[in-house]
């Protein structure tokens, strides 16, 4: 890493706390203060400082990743709607109530036809059970003949 690049403080601060951390972790080892082991623990401390900035440059770049990933979302979330994609909209709402309407034809429909298909025992219990509730308009003449759109 280069030494014009800034750092956020919350990196440097953690940093600079590994760091330290790593120096006391190896100041405080058996033999630290012997010649003979101080060549390794300066070779051990070279290699945790390169370490610490190959850390700090991954940090770094997911850092710049996320701040941009954050602005697109507030740019697309400020933009507004395309017009390219409000016909196809339109269209996709406009295929929707058609096949509502279609839906609800069959199931006027599948109703006659099984209004038809009662027997007389069951069409009096239904007309018995009714309890004030209105009824189904499909219900009350079932020998009307069954009518469909043509297909959406």
């Known amino acids: 890493?280069?030494?014009?690049?800034?750092?956020?403080?919350?990196?440097?601060?953690?940093?600079?706390?590994?760091?330290?951390?790593?120096?006391?972790?190896?100041a405080g080892r058996?033999?630290?203060s012997t010649g003979e082991a101080a060549a390794p623990a300066a070779q051990d401390l070279i290699r945790v400082e390169s370490r610490?900035?190959?850390?700090e440059q991954r940090l770094?770049?997911?850092?710049?990743?996320?701040?941009?990933l954050e602005q697109q979302a507030r740019v697309s979330a400020g933009a507004p709607r395309t017009a390219a994609r409000d016909p196809e909209v339109g269209l996709l709402r406009s295929d929707v109530d058609a096949l509502r309407l279609r839906l609800a034809e069959v199931e006027c429909?599948?109703?006659?036809?099984?209004?038809?298909?009662?027997?007389?025992?069951?069409?009096?219990?239904?007309?018995?059970?009714d309890?004030?509730?209105?009824?189904?308009?499909?219900?009350?003449?079932?020998?009307?003949?069954?009518r469909m759109s043509a297909r959406p």
């Open 1 to 26: 890493m280069n030494s014009g690049t800034r750092r956020p403080p919350a990196t440097r601060s953690a940093l600079v706390l590994l760091l330290v951390a790593a120096a006391a972790f190896y």
């Open 131 to 146: 309890d004030g509730a209105p009824a189904d308009p499909c219900r009350l003449n079932p020998e009307a003949p069954l």
């Open 52 to 55: 610490l900035t190959q850390l």
């Open 60 to 68: 770094y770049v997911i850092e710049s990743s996320i701040r941009g």
């Open 109 to 129: 429909n599948l109703a006659k036809v099984d209004e038809r298909t009662l027997s007389p025992a069951a069409k009096e219990a239904r007309r018995k059970g």
């Open 30 to 32: 058996p033999g630290g």
